[in-house]
């Protein structure tokens, strides 16, 4: 396995939080960041060494980023997999194209879950409104619509009443390619991120609990308040996935816990894959002697993995919009462990800040 040594540059496509964090984390282990986004002020530009500025489908641009990089890593799912391709071609590419034509796809993710004998809830892809009619007439109500692709924080989502005709339905999710998935009556949601090499060496962390509001993620908790034989079923199905994926890098896998099991004997169902940091491994900084981050960062360069059982009990809070004004009262509670974005323009809804309070220790959870 190739060892990128400290000192090398790490190529992070997108330049949001999680492009920040990453950078934050590559710079304590001695490694240089550069970022590669359209934005001239994305949030990630102001804790990295370099960036090439462009859009993701401008071939001169990206040439320029892989003759400035030694690796590159993604902390945007949805970059264009042409925008991999090329890159490929010139340097490491972690995670590469085919994980994530998976990701980008909620029916391939779903559909590759299935193949890996996991539980999801059930599905079927609707493509036009007559498809969408017919599904309808198959699905228990309400039902959830997604878009199949772009879709993220409960974007491109819409639940389908009892009394909701299959035209209207399709109207309000823009009359694009979809999924129509079952409701599950979850008892909680939770989330699992793995890190994994290239040689099929992982890392996992505790089961997160994530409270979401409006689609959105509002508290991630850790420990989830689940069995220990859910918090093994939840991990082993973040585990399978991320090795038949031949992930390298991270893996998060968002969860829905059953009241039940069902006739299967799950009692977990996976709901969405992202190979990336993720917002709801955002506690492992301060709880955790290695982040997700700094972890992402050890699989990509081919490093060690670092530990994952964390220090300390942990909750999360997402900070969104105007909320971010009250810095001065967050930084004044000694229990806040807070993280701003940097962030210019504060628009509601939008992710600004987070804050972790760490709890009991770990060994007395
Ligand atoms: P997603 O974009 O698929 O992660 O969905 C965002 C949120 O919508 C999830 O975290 C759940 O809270 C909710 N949700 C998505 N799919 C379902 C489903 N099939 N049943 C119940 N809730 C869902």
Known sequence: MNILPPGSTIGILGGGQLGRMTALAAARLGYRSHIFCPEMDAPALQVAAGHTRGDFLDHAALKKFAEAVDVVTLEWENVPLETLEVLSRRKPVHPNAPVLRIAQDRVLEKSFARQQGLGTPDFMPVLSVKELAEAMENFARPAILKTSRLGYDGKGQLTITSDMDAATAWRAMGSEAGIIETFIDFDREISVIVARRA????????????????????????????????????????????????????????????????????????????????NSGHWTIDACACSQFEQLVRAVCGLPLGPTTPHSRAVMQNILGDDVQRWPEYLADPTVCLHLYGKTEIRPGRKMAHMTRLGDKWSEA
């Open 199 to 278: 040689d099929g060496v992982m890392a996992t962390y505790p089961v997160a609990e994530n409270i979401h509001i409006n689609h959105v993620l509002a508290e991630t908790r850790v420990p989830a308040r689940i069995s220990p034989a859910v918090e093994h079923e939840a991990k082993q199905i973040a585990q399978t996935l991320a090795a038949a994926l031949d992930v390298v890098g991270l893996l998060c896998v968002e969860m829905f816990v059953l009241k039940t099991p069902n006739a299967a004997g799950q009692s977990v169902l996976m709901n969405e894959i992202a190979p990336r940091p993720h």
